[in-house]
């Protein structure tokens, strides 16, 4: 269960504030992931590295800045939120980033215990 | 845009019976499927995945198969137990990992 951590567990802030919510893997993985994950709703991917380079940013809003300083932090910085971005936010890793065809890539996803976040 | 498509998003079952949960999805060049199991207040944890060489694959009382023609595939749990009660998702891999809705599974004693 600590493989993936993330900090803060829960988070409220007002629409013009700036938090950062941070994830740490220890397991030697490459590839990190953010994902939102809203009630009644798939969970929607929202950004991935690879190697520190993003390799993936699914047409979110500019209000979230991920960051990944090295392969075993990832950073989503947040400013000037909405009551709708109130969702609980997922850190994930897996050993590698695939690419599109990889067929026996080292890709199962582990997930942080998330941090629930309330925009006021 | 690709997509998955999960069933039912609630079942309720009794204890020892057997659940199904079943998911199509659209990219055709999809080859990695996970299934992830997420206790309320948990977080989503990987309980058994198929890739697109094999038909079906099993692990104790959950299995998994996979029709890669109708692209579709399905998770099994037989011996249902009161501890199987949370919410499932499915997923498939192409270019990226696309997540099911969820399917929010209840097991009576």
């Known amino acids: 269960e600590t493989g993936v951590t993330q900090t803060p567990r829960h988070l409220v802030m007002g629409m013009t504030n700036k938090k950062s919510l941070k994830c740490e893997q220890h397991?030697?993985?490459?590839?990190m992931y953010w994902y939102k994950q809203s009630a009644k709703k798939p969970l929607e991917l929202m950004f991935v590295?690879?190697?520190?380079?993003?390799?993936e940013n699914n047409s979110v809003p500019s209000r979230f800045s991920p960051e990944c300083p090295n392969s075993s932090h990832l950073f989503l910085h947040l400013h000037t939120l909405q009551p709708e971005d109130s969702a609980l936010y997922l850190c994930?890793?897996?050993?590698?980033?695939?690419?599109?065809?990889?067929?026996?890539?080292?890709?199962?996803?582990?997930f942080g215990p998330g941090t629930r976040l309330t925009v006021l | 845009g690709e997509n998955v498509e999960q069933h039912p998003s609630t079942l309720s079952v009794q204890e020892g019976d057997s659940a199904v949960i079943k998911c199509t999805y659209s990219?055709?060049?999809?080859?990695?499927f996970p299934w992830y199991k997420q206790e309320l207040g948990k977080r989503p944890q990987l309980i058994i995945d198929i890739r697109s060489n094999v038909g079906e694959k099993k692990d104790q009382r959950i299995a998994v198969t996979l029709n890669k023609t109708a692209k579709h595939f399905s998770l099994h749990i037989t011996e249902t137990q009161p501890e199987d009660s949370a919410v499932y998702f499915c997923a498939a891999r192409g270019g990226k990992l696309i997540f099911g809705q969820g399917t929010e599974l209840s097991v009576k004693p």
């Open positions: 397991l030697g993985h490459n590839a």
């Open positions: 590295y690879s190697l520190e380079e993003r390799v």
């Open positions: 990219d055709s060049a999809s080859n990695y």
């Open positions: 994930a890793s897996s050993q590698d980033w695939p690419g599109r065809g990889a067929l026996f890539s080292t890709d199962t996803q582990y």
